[in-house]
């Protein structure tokens, strides 16, 4: 019985900035996330096709702490065996929001969410609409998405997340840095500061020339912050059987600085663009599903992840952080208006003031598109009609169906990957709640996203450097709570399908990683274990653990 048939047989239990009106697409760093952090996983003895048929019970449970399998458990609502066993269920990775099997082409992250009523796809479409159009510099005769910049990555959201997914790195020292932007933090020197970080009162120490984000581009008149540059170092890693896999390690450049010299101590934070799938799902995962993780992964003395508690800029209260390779957004909105803010120069009434610093005269004194608002608040580029639109685009753009999930080489690759004990990080299943809001779509979803949302450190060779290429300290803060080595868990869901929508599509957090195996090897830190244990797979394992990450 195929995937289909099954489907038929038994139907389951149960973005990135965009904008409309006077808002037309940001680039979306939401991201809302991910490059792939899988922790790969364990050879079974001569896996083949009676492996892969003998999945139930057969999970070694000693490859997770007590409290880690009980948690799972509970947050997925059936037993560890069951996960790790072909589930019908689980072909529907996105519950009743995902889309047929049969998508599987470049539109494959465009679609809007399956359960989506008629009279709702309307919302949808318009934002869209501004998330593929550009943005223009003011003043301009289009009014409705004019105020790019005066300093800004990107015009477009769809610049960055093409085809709504995820973006890479640059190939090569003449390649422009569209799907990637880079992140700055400076160590905290005062008390003052120190404190502040410490309780998220503010997000970052920001330079106090070039800020928190630069930004590459400026309109005319205003120069641009720098220019990102990469070069590839090859490293090559051999598996015990011999095979020799070749990564590539990526050392980032700042070139011809517009504002001054960069301090030799600046932390530099390369991130590509986070496909956009999924997105309104994880954001009704309950915050206490995601800190009770926190909680038992801390009682293994191996994995230890940490959720970001950081400031929502629209309450001004704390809140537990979801979004981003840091987790440093609490919520879509959120995450939208801070993108169209930093990647696109543009305001909104959750991010008021241009994204200049002081000192930046040119890009400070430059004409906006900012109208107004009324009822006293600030005039803005974004309002809030342009905003409601594109959050709820970015929260109903459909997660794949799987494929191939009954196929034997597909389900021995998912016993390795319990096995190994990946799911210490990549929780599988969640059951959503039904809340008091209008998110009617991911209402009571059972979903298979495989993250648990939290920071992890994943070792030296990920972190993050400074400018001088030197490792940061751990405690120094770079983004609320979370450190240069620490990086939120992407979702799985959709990986597979990843270079199908954009054949240029890298994986892991600054787009090293061009197969997700390479993505698996680079693994360290907490997941160092896991990536010593493939290291061990011969040729049939390689393949095994491949078919069943292509299959999500």
Request: some cysteine; proline content about 6%; hydrophobic content about 35%.
């Amino acid at each position: 019985m195929n995937t289909k048939d099954v489907l038929k047989a038994k139907q389951p239990a149960l973005f990135y900035s965009s904008f409309i009106n006077k808002s037309a697409p940001a680039k979306l760093t939401l991201g809302v996330i991910f490059t792939l952090f899988l922790s790969a996983c364990q050879p079974t003895d001569g896996v083949s096709d009676g492996a892969a048929i003998n999945t139930e019970g057969a999970v070694d449970h000693q490859a997770l702490a007590p409290e880690r399998r009980q948690t799972i458990e509970a947050l997925a609502g059936v037993p560890l065996q069951q996960l790790v066993s072909f589930d019908p269920q689980e072909i529907k990775q996105g519950g009743d929001t995902g889309i047929s099997i049969s998508i599987s082409s470049a539109e494959s992250y465009s679609k809007p969410s399956s359960n989506l009523t008629a009279s709702r796809k309307g919302s949808f479409f318009i934002g869209n609409a501004f998330f593929r159009q550009p943005w223009v510099i003011a003043p301009a005769s289009t009014d409705s998405r004019d105020g790019l910049g005066a300093l800004f990555n990107v015009a477009a959201c769809q610049s960055c997340h093409v085809k709504d997914g995820r973006g890479h790195a640059p190939m090569s020292m003449d390649d422009d840095a569209d799907s990637l932007l880079i992140r700055l933090a400076m160590p905290a020197t005062t008390d003052e500061q120190r404190q502040q970080l410490q309780n998220s009162l503010i997000e970052k120490v920001a330079h106090p020339m070039y800020g928190g984000q630069l930004q590459d581009r400026g309109i005319q008149g205003v120069p641009a912050e720098a220019r990102i540059a990469v070069q590839w170092t090859d490293k090559t890693v051999t598996f015990t059987d011999g095979h020799v896999e070749t990564l590539r390690a990526p050392t980032f450049n700042l070139t011809k600085p517009g504002y001054g010299p960069f301090d030799d101590e600046l932390m530099v934070s390369p991130r590509v663009a986070l496909p956009m799938i999924g997105l309104g799902l994880l954001e009704q995962i309950p915050d206490e599903d995601i800190k009770k993780q926190a909680i038992d992964n801390n009682n293994n003395s191996d994995i230890s992840g940490k959720f970001n508690w950081v400031m929502d800029p629209q309450t001004g209260k704390h809140a537990l952080g979801r979004f981003g390779w840091k987790a440093g957004q609490t919520k879509l909105l959120t995450q939208n208006q801070s993108a169209f803010n930093e990647d696109m120069g543009l305001t909104s009434n959750i991010r008021p003031h241009e994204s200049c610093m002081p000192t930046q005269t040119a890009c400070v004194k430059a004409t906006t598109g900012a109208d107004e608002q009324g009822d006293g608040r600030p005039p803005v580029e974004v309002n809030d009609e342009v905003a409601k639109f594109v959050e709820f685009y970015t929260r109903n753009l459909a997660v794949p169906h799987r494929r191939n999930a009954d196929d034997k080489l597909v389900l021995a690759g998912k016993k390795r990957f319990y096995d190994m004990g990946c799911q210490s990080c990549h929780t599988p299943r969640y059951q959503l709640p039904k809340t008091d809001d209008d998110h009617l779509e991911q209402h009571g979803q059972v979903i298979y996203p495989y993250t648990d949302l939290l920071l992890h450190d994943m070792g030296d060779d990920l972190a993050d450097r400074t400018i001088a290429g030197k490792l940061p300290p751990k405690d120094a803060q770079v983004e609320f709570l979370a450190n240069s080595y620490e990086w939120r868990t992407p979702a799985l869901w959709g990986i597979g399908l990843a270079q199908t929508v954009d054949p240029q599509a890298t994986f892991l957090h600054d787009g090293r990683a061009r197969t997700l195996m390479e993505a698996v090897l680079w693994h360290g830190g907490e997941a160092q274990e896991q990536q010593k244990k493939v290291l061990n797979l011969d040729k049939q394992g390689r393949a095994e653990l491949n078919a069943f990450l292509k299959s999500l």
